[in-house]
């Protein structure tokens, strides 16, 4: 289904800067979590967007996304579970699927926004875009392969911009997720649901970079324009420990903190610490990140 909402006439000045002419948008994954934010806001913008979804089916009536013709294509879409056991079917739907689609954007001239994944880092402490990379699990590895494929196969004729996504959290749009949703949302519900909030033993050495959804969408607002291919950390360069996190959530709701040990399933591939080095992206952007712990203390009543 199209959408095209005109822009408001009251609009600030760094907005329409970034809305000068109004796009022909693709976003695949739509419904996801970043996809419905981004969704939303690019059509506040007065963007013309489509979306389309792996899960509504290869069919006669949804066949594969059409490209020719659109300014953008914005790949979201992916399995995105770390914990999902189907190999094949990571690999066809987040790497076969991703490099069929970056063939056409290159066949067409249309330029691509893809999703990657701080995964890739695996277990090691450094986070520099150009490597090392030590994937833990099938969903890390299927991103590690695509990010792969776009640097030895660049584009000549487009700009490609990959999004390597921290730990993203935000107030709407995480429902569906259930287990593999963000701490932030997982907290919150456990909070107002049992009054007490789980926490692994020793969380306060567990640091994560939390990125608002808020923040991660108005960094692919203010590149819809960039002509600087690569891929690039999305994260805020300041990691906060679960135990922070779970003490603002356990504050507002006047909730108790209980421990558990770290199952055994995943303390392999568990990342201890992420923190996005931003000196890729921040020469692009103008944003003052989110930290997550005045998040919630502006997002909770």
């Known amino acids: 289904m199209k959408y095209v909402i005109s822009i408001n006439p009251i609009i600030s000045f760094a907005v329409f800067r970034l809305c000068c002419f109004e796009m022909n948008i693709l976003i695949t994954g739509h419904k996801g979590f970043i996809g419905q934010n981004l969704f939303r806001a690019l059509l506040d913008m007065g963007h013309d967007v489509d979306g389309w979804e792996w899960g509504d089916g290869k069919t006669p009536a949804n066949p594969l996304p059409k490209v020719k013709g659109r300014d953008l294509v914005i790949h979201l879409g992916a399995i ?32 691509w926004h893809y999703a990657s994944s701080a995964s890739v880092y695996g277990t090691l402490e450094h986070f520099q875009e150009y490597g090392p990379f030590q994937p833990q699990s099938p969903y890390a590895y ?100 679960f135990q922070d996190v779970g003490e603002a959530i356990a504050h507002k709701y006047q909730a108790s903190i209980t421990y558990i040990p770290m199952p055994e399933t995943l303390r392999r591939q568990y990342q201890a610490f992420t923190c996005a080095d931003l000196s890729k992206l921040n020469p692009l952007i103008d944003i003052k990140w989110t930290d997550i712990r005045d998040y919630i203390e502006t997002h909770i009543p």
């Open 142 to 241: 299927s991103k590690y392969l695509f990010d792969r494929h776009v640097i030895k196969n660049p584009a000549k004729h487009i700009t490609t911009t990959g999004f390597r996504y921290f730990n993203v959290y935000g107030h709407k749009g995480e429902e569906h997720k259930a287990d593999m949703a963000s701490p932030y949302t997982k907290f919150i519900k456990q909070a107002a649901e049992t009054g007490t909030i789980t926490l692994f033993e020793n969380s306060d050495h567990y640091k994560r970079d939390f990125i608002s959804v808020e923040d991660v969408v108005a960094t692919h607002c203010q590149l819809i324009h960039n002509t600087k291919s690569g891929v690039y950390n999305i994260g805020t360069g300041n990691p906060v420990s």
């Open 80 to 111: 995105s579970s770390t914990t999902y056991a189907d190999v094949d079917q990571i690999m066809t739907q987040n790497t076969d699927f991703s490099i069929w689609l970056y063939e056409q954007c290159q066949h067409h001239g249309v330029n």
